[in-house]
Every structure is written in C-alpha cells, then in structure tokens.
C-alpha cells in the first residue's frame, strides 16, 4: 500500500533550481526574468523576488513546471480512467449526487465569501476553498457519522461537509449570534462536538498534535472511530507534524493525516520552501503507511481514503495522504496573488475538480445536465438561505465576552 | 493523617484518580517503566500497565498536543514534563490550543487536562533548568495555574486539578518533593482550587508566599517574632489563577504590611501582579510600599554561591519585613 506516484516529481525536478544555494537561484530567476516574459504577472511588483514561476517558464521546455505538471496529471488521470468509472458504477448513486452537490455548495459558498468580504460583511482573514473541494468531499464523505474531523483555518467548506448548516457557517463569518460557535471564532474557528467537528486551527500544524491526540482518545476508548486530520503542506515543514507522525506509528493510532498540497504556504510556493516536492514520501520515515493522490480527481481521494479507513479500522494503522490540488483564489481575502502568473492559475483551472467530476458522472450515465442544473440552483438557494440567516441574526450579547473562558 | 514526602503525596493523588476514574491517564517522558525522572510516578506503570501510564518519546510539543486532542475527546490525561523548562517547547499547544480551545469552540469544547512537573530552581542546573514560569502561563484566560507548598496541599490539589474541565498548569518543586507533612487519608479528600491558605496567622507584616518560598517565609516569620517581635502573617495563594484576591487584601487590611516572595524573575512576576491588586483594594490601609523578593534579573546560574546569591532566602525576606516595618 505504499502507491506514491514519482512521475510528478521527476518531472518537476529535471527543472527544480529548488537545491541550488538562495544566492545562485535569485540571480538565475532574476536572468530568466528578463529574458522570459511570455507570461503576465497579475501584479507588476512580484517578478523579481526569487518567484519561481518566472524561472520555470523558460523557452526551451516550451511551458512551465506547472504547465508539465498539469499536462502530466492529465495523463495519469486518463490512465486511471477506467478504474475511476469503475469505482462509480460502485458507488451508490444518491452518494454521488450528494458529493457533486457538496463540491457545488462549497464553490459557491466560498464565491459568496468572496463578495460579501469586499462588502464588509465578513472580518479579520478569510481563507477560501475554492479548487480544493474534491480533497474535503472525496475523503470525509467515506467517513462514518461518528469519525472525527479536525482541520486548518481553511475550513468553511469542511465544517458544511460534516454537517454544520451553511446557514451556522455564514452567520459565523458574520460574527453573528447565529454562528456555529455563537460569534466567536470566524472564519478559522468552525466547530461542532455534536458532529465530530473539532474545529478550524489557526496555527499552521497546531491541529496535527491535535488530531493526533483525537485518534489516541478512539483507541483507548476502543471506539473503533478514525481521526481524518488535514493541514496544507505549508504545515509538513513545522516540527508537530514529525512529532505527530512518529507517535501515531509508534502507537498505531487511526489517524488519517491529508495534506492538502495546493502548492504555496501563504505565498511561498512549496519548492521554494521545501527541500523535496515529495510529501508522501515523509511518511516512510516513520515506516508509515502513504499514497500520492491525485486532488482534483474526488473519486481518487475517495477511493485513497478508503483504502486509508480500512487500516485504520482493522489495526489502528495511520495513514499520510499527500492530495496534491491547487488554490484557485489566494491565500486569504488579502493576497494580493504577485507570486504567480494568471497563466499559472488557467493551467490548473483546466483540471476543475467539479468539471472532472461532471464529466465522468455524465459519461456513467449516473447524472445528466439537467441534474446539474438542479444541483446549481440548489446550491444557490441554500447560500442565499445562508446570507440572509446571517444578515439577520443579531450581534452577541455583550455578556457572551466573558462566557466559555472557564468551564 | 498520614505523614508523606510531597512526592509520595502527589504519586497517592494520581493513584487515587487513576482508580477512580478510567478516562484518566499519565503521560509523560520517563513516567513509566523509568518510574518517573523525579519519582512521583513510582510504581504506577507497574499497577495499571501501559494504557494508564504512559512512556513518550522526548517530543514536549507533540505529546502536549496529544493530550489536548484526547481531552477534547473525552479522556482525562495528566501530562507530566519532565521540568517546566520544557515545556516551552509545548507552549504553542498550551496557550494556543488548550486554553482557548472552550471559547473558540463556542462552549462545546472542555479540555480537561493537566499539565503537570517541577517549576523553578533545582540544584545548580544552570540557566535552562532553573525558570519559575508561572507569570509566564498565568497571563492566558482559559487557564488556571496550582503551586503547591505542602504535602496535603498537592495531593488535595491536584485530585481537584484531575477532576477539573478546564486546563490546569500544576506546578511542583523538585527542592520540595522530599519535604514532608501530614496528609489526610480519606480517599475523597481534595482542596477546591482558587481557595488561599493562612499557613501561619500574624498582625504585623503579610508575607504571599508560594510554592518554595513559602517554607522559607515560615522560617522567617518564626526568626521575626524571635528576634524583632514582629507577628507575621504568611498566606499561600496555592492557585495563582484564579487569584483568592479577598483572602490577602483581608490580610493587608489587617496587618497594613505587604511583603511578596516568589521564585520567578522578578520584572512583569505574579508578585507585581499581587502588588497592584493590593493598590487597587487595600492602598489606603497601607503603610509602607510593597516590597517584593524575587530571583535576580539575570539568567540563573550554576556556581553554588551566585546560585543562592539570584534565589530568595530567609534573610532576604526578613530584610524586606524589617524594612516594610521600618525597623
């Protein structure tokens, strides 16, 4: 069970400047700067502090990194093309429905987001979903009610996946009494004990050590639950995810770690912050179970997590999931997105996780265009529910400041 | 009553809570097979074995965070580190996860942990093993932090910090585990948290004096009545968070005298913490400024007599009686 696809890697590395020493790589990026200008810079200030993206589209490769990375996932997809069609035909239809459904919600959701922060409606940082969806569907929605889901601060759209009402999600950006934690969280803090939720975190890692502990409390209790723990990739380079990691094999915990690799920390892409692209691989220095897993293909991380659940289940094994997908927006509300080109981002948009799905559930015969219509107008309705249940719950009591500080 | 060591006290009160209650656990590097670094876990591991009492790597942040996640979850784990120092490494899993864990989730997450070691100097360890760091971790809403300074006090202690559903910060004293005392044997015995204790009643001069100072500031009592006739008063606050803030002003208000001593630095300490709680409800009952006694501004360190000189000690808080006394 060790499937961990180097294709992607190889690639990318016969371009990676990723070793070379800081100094060497500014001056090749800055020379590539000038020389390469096929691509347009969303902003006009970010070309020349050590970005990768102006290195990597060099003439004589005829496109980027990203652009082969693309074309590459493509092929793969193709390949397993069959066996994704297969693992449809097997799944159960009003499952499928319910998934594309929640991959739809979730865009729109976040799109919403989008608006109504330029509106000043939502405070404080907003970190959004959108062209991560497959990897929060694909995996949570294999889960039992009673598994246990922790995240990061991204994470509107997995509080929706468990269960937290759009309506408790949008009020909680609002800062409202409405809010799935009555106002005072926002946007990184969703929870819900009632539906496993154990929250949004807003330290990069912290909710690794957290989740960690999540699966030892189903052990010890012999609960049989698992522990689906996510954190972006930025969060692999803190010091918790090896301390967590190492325990969770050594003890044999449920825990099924997904690192949701959408490519930048912040605005530091990943091969200017790691020193391998390889992530999954991590995880066989504590001998532990992993697997590459293609982010934009749900039926994939469906099918991974899975596989994931039933190690878990039989002996407590962990598993590390790399789900490498792509962040469509930026990092938060306030990026200003300088460190990548729109060519970049249209790349990956080609690789849509909704417009993948759609395709192969058209093609199964399981949904047809109409379906997706309903699909959107039912997203739709529900988000406008959402903001209008937010608009018109009240602020917190004042007397809310100093309740759950003690229990 | 039975008399114990501190040590033995605090091994009774996690032996006592393990049987009690199955979701609690013990944690910690060394706590084990090893039977503890510094004891308190002696024979635990082998009466309950490996789920009650349990061996970690030497991975301060991780294991923290593994008991916040498994008392969200319902467990009751005691985390022990091995010194305080260390857990400067878990600091993130302490101030950012476990304290606020219950407000960020809106009410619907208790975490019922404790985190628990020696705090403060021991031996001459040097600067790394030497910090009193509660001023440190009682600055966070969301936590509350115990330090004991007698055997009864730490086995009532920490049973209630076990039986609490929030995060509670035990602070011991590796000098003090062999001091011993009469402790009470009812199995039900606990000492609620927030609640001060007059360990010696006075009327001239309060002395707040916690964890190790507090037997020092006892011997200096008994050597200020011997010698100078002044009757102190020495209150031990026992959890500086929540502050028992009515049993010293009642004190000041008597005595009209305040001296502070404490193990921690002493720039931004719990004693300028006391002091300014004092101006703010007893500062017209004063009659002398507060006094404080402190370890040295300087990192601790390991030469025996620099070592005492940066501690506190008798004659340093006799010192600052008599002067408060002006005598």
Known sequence: MYITSYLYYNVALTQNIGNWPVKVRRNFILARTATSRKTEAITKNGSGNGVKKAASKTEETNGSSDFAIVELAKAEYLKRRKSQLESIKKTDKRLLREMLYQMVLGRRFEEKCAEVYRMGKIGGFCHLYIGQEAIGVGSMMALEPNDMVITSYRDHVQAMIKGITPEAVMAELYGKEGGCVKGKGGSMHMFSKELEFYGGHGIVGGQIGVGTGMAYAAKYKGTGQVALCFFGEAAVNQGIFHESLNMAQLWKLPCIYICENNQYGMGTSQER????????????????????????????????????????????????LEVRAYRFMGHSMSDPGNYRTRDEIKKYQERDPIVLFQDSLKESKVLTDKDFQKIEAEAAEAVERAVKFADESPFPQESELFTDVYA | MAVLTIRDALNQALREEIIRDENVFVMGEEVAEYDGA???TRGLWKEFGDKRVVDTPITELGFAGVGVGAAMAGLRPVVEFMTWNFSILAADQIINHAAKMLYMSGGQFKVPIVFRGPNGSAYQVSS?????????????????????????????????????????????QERMYGNKG?????????????????????????????????????????????????????????????????????????????????????????GAEISHTIMEHAFDYLDAPVKRISTAEAPNPYAKNLEALALPDVDKIIAAVKEVCYL
Request: charged fraction near 30%; proline fraction near 5%.
């Open chain 1, 273 to 320: 912050a790691m020193s391998t692209r390889n992530i999954a691989k991590k995880a066989e220095a504590f001998e532990m179970a992993n697997e590459f897993v293609d982010g934009m293909d749900v039926m994939a991380v469906r099918d991974a997590t899975i596989r994931a659940i039933e190690r878990a289940r039989k002996d407590g094994s962990p598993t590390l």
């Open chain 2, 38 to 40: 510094y004891k308190v």
């Open chain 2, 128 to 172: 790394q093993h030497s910090q009193a760091l509660e001023a440190f971790y009682s600055n966070f809403p969301g936590l509350k932090v115990v330090m004991p300074s007698t055997a009864a006090d730490a086995k009532g202690l920490l049973k209630s910090s076990i039986r609490d559903d929030n995060p509670v910060l035990f602070l011991e």
């Open chain 2, 182 to 270: 009469e402790v009470p044997d009812d199995e039900d015995f606990t000492i609620p948290l927030g609640v001060a204790d007059v360990k010696r009643e006075g009327t001239d001069c309060t002395i707040v004096a916690r964890s190790m100072t507090v037997p020092l500031a006892l011997q200096a009592a008994d050597r200020l009545q011997e010698e100078f006739d002044v009757s102190v008063e020495v209150i031990d606050p026992r959890t500086i968070k929540p502050l028992d803030v009515e049993t010293i002003v009642s004190s000041v208000k008597k005595t009209n005298r305040l001296v502070i001593a404490e193990e921690s630095h002493y720039f931004a300490s719990v």
